[in-house]
């Protein structure tokens, strides 16, 4: 699937805020996407869960997992300032 940074960051924004619409979420883990950055970054999204446990079985994961999918929020937000720039 085609996705650019901007709308990646978009879907991971809005499920850490809680404003995204759980199918927005649900599509971005499971389809792969064409970019291989922005599909390691789907990656890192999945393995999040993993890696940093809920301690609440109705959470996607610890806050410390959504302070990581803020950062990353925040590079694909300085990428795409960084490809629009040149």
């Known amino acids: 699937m085609k996705r650019t940074p901007k709308e990646v960051a978009n ?3 809005g499920f850490v805020n809680g404003k995204g619409s759980q199918w927005d979420w649900d599509g ?8 291989p950055e922005l ?11 993993d890696e ?3 301690s609440d079985p ?3 994961c610890s ?7 803020r950062q990353i ?3 694909l937000r300085a990428r795409s300032v960084d490809t629009s720039a040149t």
Do not use: N, W
């Open 52 to 54: 940093f446990p809920p």
């Open 28 to 35: 971005f883990i499971s389809i792969r996407l064409d970019d």
């Open 73 to 75: 929020v925040q590079d």
């Open 11 to 13: 879907t991971i924004e």
């Open 39 to 49: 599909e390691a970054v789907r990656q890192k999204c999945v393995s999040i869960r």
């Open 63 to 69: 806050e410390a997992g959504l302070q990581v999918m």
């Open 58 to 60: 109705h959470s996607y």
